[in-house]
């Protein structure tokens, strides 16, 4: 094997922005090896990566996804077969209308999940095996499938899952990039420890941003806000639900079962610890990214 610090020099001058260094000096040892090889094809040069994770703690975790994420993003377009990806997918027939690709992730018991799915299906559905997962390719445009899933999950399976949807899209080319887009999701929902059941790759804007900017610049950010940290479990649920209520002080009070004078005290005393008004939308979107790179940083 390589000398851990010639590796650590190697990931580092390839990619910078994941502070890899930072894993390695705190266990002298190391978590991540990303190696690049190069092969001539056509007289053109083609790259290969991969990724080994020499161990499975919650910091080589956190490297590998970010990792993963930028591999994701760069390379996403790379020519491959979707027969690679799911066995039959030369059968498929597709007709001229919108669909979503799901990826049902987290299954106890693939079998029964896909005998269960098939029943609430189309005939212009299809649904797939692939390793512990399952892909439906649903007819639609609206991602209303989503309910369906979340209520087959939870109610007959009693499964706690997490799914990945990708954008609409039509034409049978395009399911090998609606894939990774479903996969996507998934990935950098679990970088930022987002607890809800569906993800969708459209609404996520904000994360793949995020996921790119290294960690050492993430905490500087946070380190202008230094009363953020000391923020109570109650102040962080209010500004997650204002947030998600678009600044609506009375469907955010419902949503919370509190009474509005009771969620305007709240919002005032965030706004005299952190100086920020949540109810300002530039204030709001500060406070937005301080959670999701709090959320990032984490060990």
Known sequence: MEDKKQIYAYCHKIYELYQIDFAIERKKETLVHFGVKQKEFYSAFVQEYEIIVYQKDKQGKLLLDLLCIYLEDVFMHRKVQFKHILDGSDDL????ESKVLYVISQLVDVDLAYEAFSNV?????YIFKYQKQLIIIKTEQDYSFTRIVEDVC?????????????KPFVEKEEVVEAYHQAM????VHALFHINQTTHIYDEQNLLYVLAHVPLH????????????KQLSYEDFITIQTVIDCNLNVAQAARKMYV????LLYRIDKIQKELSLDLLNFHDALKLKVLILLNEMTKN
């Open 93 to 96: 027939i597709f007709n001229t």
């Open 121 to 125: 299906l189309e005939k212009q559905d």
């Open 154 to 166: 939870l109610r007959e399976l009693m499964m706690k899952v997490r799914v990945g949807c990708s």
């Open 184 to 187: 996507k999701a998934l990935s």
């Open 217 to 228: 610049k993430a905490q500087g950010y946070l380190d202008l806000f230094p009363a953020f």
């Open 259 to 262: 009474h509005r004078n009771t």
